[in-house]
Nanobody
Framework: QVQLVESGGGLVQAGGSLRLSCAAS????????MAWYRQAPGKQRELVAG???????NYADSVKGRFTISRDNAKNTVYLQMDSLKPEDTAVYYC???????????????WGQGTQVTVSS
């Protein structure tokens, strides 16, 4: 079993910054892709940013230039640095990891429990 634990959410004024963290633990052989998604009230969950094990990244157009995703493979942790936050960034942010498990090398998708980010105007 694998667990993802997120931290770093909170309330911030527009133009401010927050840094989210997501640490994975459990029966991990390797973590392939790690990503952040978000879901605002009444909306579908959407991809915010993703990062491969090798460090390749992709971003939603709405956050390009403002958010930066990074990861520490030794700590099985992914980060999301969010700058120049806008009220429309308000959502619950979820971490997702594609994990190859051990001892049986199967690949599974895991989600964190979510962390609330609220940006006031």
């Amino acid at each position: 079993q694998v667990q993802l634990v997120e931290s770093g959410g909170g309330l911030v004024q527009a133009g401010g910054s927050l840094r989210l963290s997501c640490a994975a633990s459990g029966s991990i052989f390797s973590i392939n892709v790690m990503a952040w998604y978000r879901q605002a009230p009444g909306k579908q969950r959407e991809l915010v940013a993703g990062i491969s094990r090798g460090g390749s990244t992709n971003y939603a157009d709405s956050v390009k230039g403002r958010f930066t995703i990074s990861r520490d493979n030794a700590k099985n942790t992914v980060y999301l640095q969010m700058d120049s936050l806008k009220p429309e960034d308000t959502a619950v942010y979820y971490c997702k990891a594609i994990v190859t498990t051990t001892p049986r090398p199967n690949e599974y998708q895991y989600w964190g429990q979510g962390t609330q980010v609220t940006v006031s105007s």
